[in-house]
C-alpha cells in the first residue's frame, strides 16, 4: 500500500490543525483535534495574566478578619452573609457569597467567590470544659486550680473566692495529703468545713475549709471577649479508707456559649455592611 500522503490530504490534516478562540466574555479556549473530525475543548484561562473573575474559598478563625474581607471583597448587590448556628452543637459558622444570587437585571450569579469564618475554642476554655465533672484526687485538683489560677474571676463583691483565696485553699491540700477524712459540716459562711486526721496517727487532728461554689472568666473563642462562669466544687469521702475525691462542675457554659455566639452575630450584622441570613448556601 502507498504510505505517500496525496495533496488533499495532506491540506485536509493542514485544516484539523489546534486552535485558539478568543471571546469577549469568556476565557479563550483551545480547539485540540482527535481525529475523526472531533476536538477537545480546553480553557485558556490559566494562561492569562490575571482571571477573568473572582473565585475561591478563603477560610478565616478571627472575626475582625472575616470582617475586614467581607468589607473588601463584598458589595450591596451581590453578597448574602449566610449564619449556620446550632447551640445544642456548640456550632456557629458563617459563610459570605461575594457572588451570590441578585434581584437586578444580573440574576444568576455562579456563588463561588466566599469567605467562611469558623471560630475556635480557646485553650483554656478546653481545659475547664474537659475537667468539668471529672473526679480527681486532692492533689492532683490542687495542681489544676494552681496551674488555672490566672482564671479565677471571684472577688469580694461577688461573695465568691478570689485567685489569692484560692491559692490558699491549694496551699492546704497540698500540706494534708496524708490524712484520712471524717465528717464534713456547712458552714453559715458558705463553706465546707472537713475534720481529719493523721494517716497513721489519730491523736494529731485538723480542720480544712473548703469553698462550695467558685467563679472563672475565660475566653470561649480565641480572639474573643471573656465571660463569666461559675462552678460548684464537689467532693466525696470514702467512709472506708477516708480518701477524699473532688470534682467542678460549670454552671450552665451552654448558655454562655450561647452569649457569646450571640455577640458574634451581632458584631457581623452591625459591621459587615452586607445582608445576614441564617441559613447555609449550597
Given at each position: ?7 488533499a ?20 479556549l ?11 475543548m ?22 475582625a478578619?472575616?470582617i ?20 445544642a ?54 495542681h ?28 492546704k ?55 463569666q ?20 462542675e460549670?454552671?450552665?457554659a ?8 450571640k ?7 452591625s ?12
Amino acid at each position: 500500500m502507498d504510505q505517500k500522503l496525496t495533496e488533499a490530504e495532506a491540506i485536509a490534516q493542514l485544516v484539523v490543525s489546534p486552535s485558539v478562540e478568543f471571546y469577549d466574555d469568556m476565557p479563550p479556549l483551545a480547539f485540540v483535534p482527535e481525529g475523526n473530525g472531533k476536538y477537545e475543548m480546553h480553557s485558556m484561562e490559566q494562561h492569562l495574566f490575571s482571571p477573568r473573575r473572582k473565585k475561591g474559598t478563603v477560610k478565616l478563625h478571627e472575626l475582625a478578619s472575616f470582617i475586614d474581607v467581607v468589607k473588601k471583597q463584598g458589595s450591596l448587590t451581590s453578597t448574602n452573609i449566610y449564619l449556620d448556628v446550632d447551640y445544642a452543637q456548640s456550632r456557629i459558622q458563617a459563610t459570605a457569597v461575594f457572588n451570590d444570587h441578585t434581584d437586578n437585571a444580573v440574576g444568576a450569579g455562579w456563588r463561588d467567590h466566599r469567605a467562611t469564618y469558623l471560630p475556635r475554642f480557646s485553650e483554656e476554655w478546653h481545659r475547664w470544659i474537659n475537667t468539668s465533672g471529672k473526679q480527681m484526687a486532692q492533689v492532683e485538683l490542687a495542681h489544676f486550680l494552681e496551674r488555672n489560677i490566672a482564671d479565677i474571676a471571684g472577688n469580694s463583691e461577688s461573695k465568691l473566692p478570689s485567685g489569692s483565696e484560692v491559692l490558699t485553699f491549694v496551699s492546704k491540700l497540698e500540706e494534708t495529703r496524708k490524712v484520712k477524712y471524717g465528717s464534713a459540716v456547712n458552714l453559715q459562711n458558705g463553706m465546707v468545713q472537713f475534720e481529719f486526721v493523721e494517716d497513721g496517727d489519730s491523736n494529731t487532728k485538723g480542720k480544712l475549709d473548703m469553698f462550695r461554689e467558685f467563679a472563672i472568666g475565660v475566653r470561649p473563642f480565641q480572639h474573643g471577649d471573656a465571660y463569666q462562669v461559675k462552678a460548684f466544687l464537689r467532693y466525696r469521702i470514702d467512709r472506708n479508707t477516708g480518701e477524699i475525691k473532688f470534682w467542678f462542675e460549670l454552671q450552665r457554659a451552654d448558655k454562655v456559649l450561647e452569649d457569646a455566639c450571640k455577640e458574634m452575630i451581632e458584631t457581623i450584622k452591625s459591621s459587615a455592611g452586607v445582608p445576614v441570613l441564617f441559613g447555609t448556601p449550597e
